[in-house]
């Protein structure tokens, strides 16, 4: 079996290699990225690993965790094609905030022209009656992908 720590760098280095126009800076022994965004506009997107779980989180508040796949190399592909998408205009992140403090984060993508909820994560608790305002942001680093 490989390492996992050398198979997660050795897979996204050779998908950046693929993409020469993103950014990005290696972190904690090569067992992290980041993906740096192109403007205030959009958001990093860190990904990393534990033994059992890759993650993916933005500087934005939204974050994952994936673990529910038979093998690391199949979950590693999964998140790095979400990673891809997030990179072009097709993603998004809707941030809802309460008296100017973010609460939730919802990841959208973009299908025929509408925009859909993929996932979302949160603050459990937050001021209910206070005033809401929502956000967005993308990045546009990379072109949409068709499926």
């Not at 690993?49 to 190399?73: I, P, Q, V």
């Not at 993508?109 to 993308?138: D, I, M």
Request: charged share 30%.
């Amino acid at each position: 079996m490989k390492n996992i720590d050398l198979e997660f760098f050795e897979y996204i280095s050779g998908r950046l290699a693929e993409a020469q126009n993103v950014k990005y800076e290696w972190r904690n022994d090569n067992t992290e990225i980041v993906l740096k965004k192109k403007n205030d506009e959009g958001f990093d997107i860190i990904i990393g690993h534990h033994k059992d779980y890759l993650y993916l989180d933005t500087d934005r508040g939204y974050h994952g965790h994936f673990e529910a796949f038979e093998n690391f190399s199949e979950m590693l592909i999964h998140v790095m094609g979400l990673a891809r998408d997030l990179l072009s205009k097709n993603m998004r992140i809707k941030e809802i905030s309460t008296n100017s403090k973010p609460r939730k984060w919802v990841l959208e993508h973009c299908k025929n022209g509408v925009w859909k909820k993929e996932a979302l994560s949160g603050l459990l608790v937050w001021n209910y009656f206070g005033k809401t305002n929502v956000r967005y942001y993308s990045n546009d680093i990379l072109p949409v992908r068709e499926l």
